[in-house]
């Protein structure tokens, strides 16, 4: 199997050149050790608090924001944000087609000051499906891929997958980091295996789920934001809602602070996808609140803000009424 990470670290405006001295990526037999070159690139970006004083934080910004948050204008926003999620293990062609067409096709036209959802997420077998049932116009499909949910199976599997999906027409895919990697520090493998997974994309946007409840805590989420998108990744995403506990405002917090920083350092904004448990207006809006606050307007719209969800797309359309 080739590695190319090291090639990708060193490409793409210089991100690892601009972080890592005037070497750029990170070289085998280098007299640093491969774990504290990466260790030296995580300084290069803010610590965090303790977790429970981020707790604090973001709990007194949801006090301040929120309710100003909470309007009918915001929760339009965060319609035209839904990654609608169709991944359960008794989904059939029939059934995929079904929820497509009753969700995201009947609603086209239906509230012209609200826009469709954008993107419908689905394991790898059901692409087709989706492309042919599919005719609500601006929606994207999307789906799963590299041994989702638990990222514990051959690189050049979690390859293939990701480029048999983009070929069924995938225009988006979602991956989960492989967290062995990541516990035991084996920051090279990692990289190089996102980078791998990014290269099979071709033009499809890349989503690198964190698993940020398997995580646990502020400083492993830090890290992993930090190694995903410097592994190409065009959005980093909170949790595959498989097994673990789902998004929460300090994991959100904690990826958005590094996005910042990141866009900041080198010129690239890579988006947020918050997804496990969000199932209400009010669950949202939180999430839509710690977003807007910390990284800006600027990063209020599809291409970088999405809400992962099954139910909260019916949810907000009764709160917005008819």
């Known amino acids: 199997m080739e590695h190319n990470g090291q090639n990708r670290l060193s490409m793409e405006n210089d991100e690892w050149n601009g972080l890592d001295g005037e070497h750029g990526g990170f070289e085998a037999g280098h007299a640093h050790s491969e774990v504290d070159r990466y260790r030296e690139t995580f300084g290069k970006f803010s610590s965090l608090p303790p977790d ?8 007194a910004l949801l006090e301040r924001h929120f309710r100003e948050n909470f309007t009918p204008e915001a929760l339009k926003k965060i319609h035209g944000c839904i990654d609608l999620a169709i991944l359960t293990s008794i989904d059939t062609k029939e059934s995929v087609w079904e929820i497509v067409d009753n969700v995201v096709n009947n609603y086209e036209g239906q509230r012209p000051d609200v826009p469709n959802i954008a993107a419908i997420c689905v394991f790898p ?11 609500a116009q601006g929606v994207t499909i999307a789906s799963v891929a590299g041994g989702f ?22 225009e988006e895919i979602d991956v989960v980091m492989n967290l062995g990697y990541f516990l035991e520090e084996e920051y090279e493998a990692l990289t190089d295996e996102l980078s791998e997974i990014k290269d099979s994309c071709r033009d499809a946007k890349l989503k690198v789920i964190l698993e940020t409840g398997a995580l646990a805590v502020v400083e492993n989420i830090r890290k992993a934001t930090i190694l995903a998108v410097y592994s190409g990744a065009d959005f980093v995403k909170t949790s595959t809602g498989k097994g673990y506990p789902g998004a929460t405002p300090e994991a959100v917090y904690t990826m958005c602070k590094v996005l910042r920083e990141y866009a900041g350092m080198c010129g690239r904004k890579v988006g947020i996808k918050i997804s496990g448990g969000v199932k209400t207006a009010e669950d949202a809006v939180r999430y839509y609140t710690i977003v807007k606050e910390t990284l800006g307007d600027e990063w209020i719209h599809k291409d970088l803000f999405r809400i992962g969800a099954s139910s909260l797309v019916g949810d907000i359309e009764k709160r917005l009424g008819e």
């Open 52 to 59: 429970k004083d981020v707790s604090l934080t973001v709990n």
């Open 125 to 135: 077998l059901f692409v087709d499906t989706v492309k042919q049932a599919l005719t």
């Open 149 to 170: 949910p638990s990222s514990q199976t051959f690189t050049e599997i979690k390859v293939a997958e990701t480029a048999m999906a983009v070929m069924a027409g995938a």
